[in-house]
């Protein structure tokens, strides 16, 4: 395949970025979109110019390292992680946009970096539960019923790849958040926390200045992990409730 590449290079955070036009050939159908981006680092570092910057770690859609905008849309055309997005969905000859995640609560560190640490302040203040340590609980100690199992295992599916603030015209992380407070609060482990994780967290995410959701849906559309929309007014419900029980603390 011959492709022409636009990727955003940017050289730091308070530099100015624009798009750069880059020719490639000879990539392969079969190659992923992180291998194709190898294959031009390669070919820019023998020229003696600068490789593009961008992230990734596992390369196997679990770890949600990677995520940029291909052609205007988080991940690319497919409903997956940039990892797992291959060639053979782009035509010879395409033409392919490539821009970091937008969001204010993403500043770019270089290129197609962002810097995504505000989901970890967001996770270290309420993504926890208080259990004990030491060895392993027998597995029947605290029976979770299946459909409450269900429920957890869907949202801690979650990667935290961003996506969804990518995607979202407000830049919010409703999808996200809700996603990690839905995890646990269903749980009987979560419990002890159940009130304090959803107001710390949403607390959180309003203080790392991502927007306000308003129902457009493109978060859900974007995650590659199928997060479902509901999960928002799940942690709607759990919010109201635990401000209810605790004064009108968090009240938005
Ligand atoms: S590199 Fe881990 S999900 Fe893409």
């Given at each position: 395949?011959?492709?022409?590449?636009?990727?955003?290079?940017?050289?730091g955070?308070e530099?100015?970025g624009a798009?750069?036009?880059?020719?490639i050939e000879?990539?392969?159908?079969?190659?992923s979109?992180?291998?194709?981006?190898?294959?031009?680092?390669?070919r820019?570092?023998?020229?003696?110019?600068?490789?593009?910057?961008?992230d990734?770690?596992?390369?196997e859609?679990?770890?949600?390292?990677?995520g940029m905008?291909i052609n205007?849309?988080?991940?690319?055309?497919?409903?997956?992680t940039?990892?797992?997005l291959?060639?053979?969905?782009?035509?010879?000859?395409?033409?392919?946009?490539v821009?970091?995640?937008?969001?204010?609560a993403?500043?770019v560190?270089k290129?197609?970096v962002?810097?995504?640490?505000?989901?970890?302040?967001i996770?270290?203040?309420?993504g926890?539960?208080?259990?004990?340590?030491?060895?392993?609980?027998?597995a029947?100690?605290?029976?979770v019923?299946?459909?409450?199992?269900?429920?957890?295992?869907?949202h801690?599916e979650?990667?935290?790849?961003g996506a969804c603030v990518?995607a979202?015209?407000?830049?919010?992380?409703m999808?996200?958040t809700?996603?990690k407070?839905?995890?646990?609060?269903?749980?009987?482990?979560?419990?002890?926390?159940?009130?304090?994780r959803?107001l710390?967290?949403?607390?959180t995410?309003d203080a790392?200045g991502?927007?306000g959701c308003t129902n457009?849906?493109e978060?859900?559309?974007?995650?590659?992990?199928?997060?479902p929309?509901?999960?928002?007014?799940?942690?709607n419900r759990?919010?109201?409730?635990?401000?209810l029980k605790?004064?009108?603390?968090?009240a938005?």
């Amino acid at each position: 395949m011959r492709l022409t590449l636009r990727i955003w290079r940017q050289r730091g955070p308070e530099e100015p970025g624009a798009l750069s036009v880059y020719e490639i050939e000879d990539i392969s159908p079969e190659m992923s979109f992180l291998e194709m981006l190898d294959t031009l680092n390669e070919r820019l570092i023998l020229r003696g110019e600068e490789p593009v910057a961008f992230d990734h770690d596992c390369r196997e859609g679990i770890c949600g390292a990677c995520g940029m905008v291909i052609n205007g849309q988080a991940h690319g055309p497919e409903r997956t992680t940039t990892c797992q997005l291959h060639m053979r969905h782009f035509r010879d000859g395409d033409t392919i946009d490539v821009e970091p995640w937008r969001a204010a609560a993403f500043p770019v560190v270089k290129d197609l970096v962002v810097d995504r640490s505000a989901f970890d302040r967001i996770i270290g203040s309420g993504g926890f539960v208080s259990a004990p340590t030491g060895s392993a609980p027998e597995a029947h100690a605290t029976p979770v019923p299946k459909p409450v199992a269900d429920t957890a295992f869907e949202h801690a599916e979650c990667i935290g790849c961003g996506a969804c603030v990518a995607a979202c015209p407000n830049g919010s992380a409703m999808l996200f958040t809700s996603a990690k407070v839905t995890h646990l609060n269903v749980l009987p482990q979560g419990q002890p926390e159940r009130e304090s994780r959803v107001l710390d967290m949403v607390g959180t995410m309003d203080a790392e200045g991502f927007g306000g959701c308003t129902n457009t849906g493109e978060c859900a559309v974007a995650c590659p992990k199928g997060i479902p929309l509901q999960s928002i007014s799940t942690m709607n419900r759990e919010f109201l409730r635990a401000s209810l029980k605790n004064g009108g603390r968090g009240a938005r």
